[in-house]
């Protein structure tokens, strides 16, 4: 078992503790999401549909907000979803959510307006999106991975669906961008780790060049250049 799969059992108790281990190649990344995520929570309630949901990782971030949590996906391959179907032609009648959440999932639709419109058709009025979408990360599951997204593209998106009250943020800025880009060059550089000699100089590698970073960050915020953003739009 290498380092990413003992931290993928113990992901809960970090979401649960508000903190994700520097020993991570992505700990900026998941610790900018998991803040979004803190943050914005206050605004859910009532049945939540999560979009894309995966494993459902940050499920326990919205215990105690929601009454029920239910996560759609198109495949098994990702996790359990308790419904399987399409962001762009959700299962659900019309005004049947309290909160539509979406976690890095955007930019794996092929029509992220649909998306929007999705959303925003099967939630109650009142209701809330919330999402998190990339604006600076590699490719990943390829060759599914169409987009990346400004703050500009997604308050379009959102207001053009019918949203209200849209609020985006970055989730940092230039310095934790480029610390968790090298991070993830270090790691992935080479291949994974064969050893567990290997695989913990790696992550201690990581972990120094991102606290590193995570400084110059304090230092000089400019959020021009970022990981991604965090939402929340209104119906």
Known sequence: MNAREIFRKKRSAYILR???????????????????LISCRIDAKGVLLDIGCGEKPYQAVFDGYCSRYIGLDVTTSSGKPDIYGSAEELPFRDNSFDTVLSIQ?????????????????????????????????????????????????????????????????????F???????????????????????AEALKLFTCALVQSSFVLLECLNKNEEDTLGYSMVARK
């Open 105 to 173: 999932a955007l930019e794996h639709v092929r029509r992220p307006q649909v998306l929007f419109r999705e959303a925003y058709r099967v939630l109650k009025k009142g209701g809330c999106l919330i999402l998190t979408a990339p604006m600076d990360w590699g490719i990943h599951e390829a060759p599914h991975d169409y987009y990346r997204f400004t703050r500009y593209g997604l308050s379009y998106l959102a207001a053009t669906a019918g949203f209200t009250q849209v609020t985006v943020k970055a989730r940092g800025g």
């Open 18 to 36: 508000g903190r994700f281990p520097w020993l991570h190649p992505q700990r900026i990344e998941k610790q900018s999401i998991l803040d979004a």
């Open 175 to 197: 310095w934790k961008m480029m610390g968790q880009r090298l991070s993830n060059y270090l790691y992935y550089a080479g291949g994974r780790p064969r050893s567990a000699a």
